[in-house]
Structure formats: C-alpha cells, structure tokens
C-alpha cells in the first residue's frame, strides 16, 4: 500500500478562508492531497494543482451544530430543517460519505465563541477526532497565550484533547467510526479590497501541525476520478491514520490484525502503546509492538515521541 500525505478540513475565499484555492496549494507543497471543505458549497475546481491533488468536499454547516465533513458528493447538501441524523442520511443517499466535524466543540468564552458540537453522534460514522484549530482555539483564553499559540503554534497544539479520545473510544467499542484528523484552516486574516493585510497563522504553518495519511491500493495517476475514487475508499474504509508530520515523518507505520494478533510497526523508535476499548494493553520502546492472542475489542495504538503524540491509528476490530 502507498501512503498519501493529506491535510483535511479546508476553507478558500469559496467560504470563510482567505486564500484562493491556487494560494492553499502553493502552501501544500510537499503534501499529496487537500480536501478542501467550504461552508455549504462545492464551488472549487477539484483536480491537480501542479503536484497536489485537490478534492473538493462539503462542509454542511447548519446554524450552531453538527456541521459535516462530506465527500463523494456531485452538489451540495440542502440541509434547511435537517437534524444529526437527517444530514448525515441525505449524504449517504447522495452517494457520499463524512465525518462529524469538531464534535466535542465546547466554544470559548473568553473569545466569544459559540460551542458547535454534535447533538448526536449515534448516526456517524467518522468523527473529526482531532480538530487542530478548534480544539486549540478552545484551549486558549487569554490574549497572551494567543500571542503565544502564533509564535509557536506547536506548543500548544501538542496532543489531542484527552476526552476526544476517550470519547472516541466509547463509539468505537459498539461500532466502527472513522477517526481523522481536520485542520480547520481559513488562515487567520482578512482580506481587504482583495489584498491580505493580515496574516498571523497561515495555511503553510498550518499544514505543518496535523495531517491524515491514507493508505492506497495505487499510486496517483493524474486522472482525478481513479485518484479522488482511491483517496475516497481509503477514507472510507478506515485505511488512514492521524499523524503531527513537522515531529518526523510518519510513512512507513502500519498497524494490523493478523490471525488474531495484532501489529504495529512504525519507521523509527518510539513509545508505542497499544489500547484495547481505550484501555492499555501493552506499550513498548522501540519500532516494533507485536500483541499475540489479543482477544475481542477495538484496538488501536497512539505513538509519541519525546513525549507528544506523533500518530494515531484508526480502531482495528476484533470479534
Ligand atoms: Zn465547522
Ligand atoms: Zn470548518
């Protein structure tokens, strides 16, 4: 399998963002995929912008929750009067399919956000697990520590929040739920008269902090339907994991069942635990962690190096 390098969760001038979609492209270099996914619209042009493929996905946005991260859609989602439910059905008819967005949002009081969390995550299945942008932005709540967060977003951005995970882990332990790891980016900045005055947190450094990486059958070929359809069923499929590139590239890990056992390798030395329904069950040094006879759940392995999360697998199944 080949793994493909893609940042999620996306927003150009087609919504909220300040950048064009050949300006996020520019800033994905080195990245293979973005998906992109403005506010209630599929205006972008999907296709390769020199060496990045951009898809082009939804981000239904009813007023004050469940917004959804959908793909595999041919037009957008009219979702007047739709609950949890309803929006992620009509997605799933239109032929495509999502991820709850920033589900556990709490808001911030200290900057006057309104939390958007899921009213019901029992219909999902995939969940924006880590939400680079409003997990940190709810972390934060004084002006300096947001002046801190620009100067070293990395510092805050360390680990996901600790009840995503459980709370992820709950859902995974009675069905399979995607987890993905979206930027929300929109760069932060306002574009004055076309020009950018402002530009504190750009989609470059952005792009830097979380990625998801999918696993393909076959490598791009520049025709966007085989391309978007193999990036798609990876997603779909659960074939793809969360990983913080800018620690030290994460290509290579692979996480497995085999026979009843299971598997994790990861391309260079770290601390590897594996959790069974959120529990631990076994945690190594090194780049290897085999788990014989491992028993019925939902397992999956978080990797830290130096201390911070550096990948996050998806659940493999047990029964
Ligand atoms: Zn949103
Ligand atoms: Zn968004």
């Known amino acids: ?35 992109l996914t403005d506010h209630d619209t599929m205006a972008a042009e999907p296709g390769w912008y020199g060496d990045v493929l951009v898809l082009v996905g939804e981000e239904v946005s009813p007023k004050g929750s469940n917004h959804y991260l959908a793909f595999g859609l041919d037009s957008p989602i009219d979702h007047t009067g739709m609950d949890a439910a309803d929006i992620v059905r009509a997605v799933r008819e239109a032929g495509g399919f999502g991820f709850a967005a920033h589900p556990f949002s709490k808001g911030s009081e200290r900057f006057r956000q309104a939390p958007m969390p899921w009213t019901d995550l029992s219909c999902v299945d995939g969940i924006e697990v880590w939400s ?3 997990d940190i932005a709810e972390r ?18 360390a680990d996901p929040p600790e009840e995503n995970l459980r709370e992820w882990d709950r859902l995974n332990a009675e069905r399979r739920v ?9 760069q932060f900045g306002r574009r004055i008269l076309g020009r950018r005055v402002v530009r504190l947190m750009g989609y470059r450094r952005t792009f830097r902090q979380l990625r998801t990486h999918v696993l393909v059958n076959e490598l791009p070929s520049r025709d966007l339907d085989h391309d978007r359809a193999q990036v798609y069923d ?32 990861v391309p260079q030395p770290a601390d590897i635990r594996l959790l069974r329904d959120g529990v631990e069950v ?36 047990l029964t």
């Open 234 to 265: 990876a997603l779909r499929d659960g074939r793809c994991y969360i990983a913080v590139d800018h620690l030290a590239r994460p290509a290579g890990f692979a996480f497995w069942e085999e026979d009843g056992d299971v598997h994790a390798r």
């Open 1 to 35: 399998m080949h793994d493909l390098s893609c940042v999620v969760h996306l927003h150009s001038v087609h919504s909220d963002g300040t950048g064009t979609v050949e300006e996020i492209a520019r800033a994905a270099k080195g990245i293979d995929v973005v998906l």
């Open 132 to 134: 680079f942008v409003s």
């Open 282 to 317: 076994a945690r190594t040094a090194g780049a290897e962690l085999d788990h014989a006879a491992a028993g019925a759940g939902a397992y999956r392995v978080e990797v830290r190096l130096g201390g911070r999360v550096w990948i996050l697998s998806n659940p493999v199944r």
């Open 178 to 186: 995607v987890g993905i790891g979206g930027v929300d980016a929109h």
């Open 140 to 157: 934060i709540d004084s002006i300096p520590q947001a002046l801190r967060f620009l100067a070293r977003p990395e510092h805050l951005a």
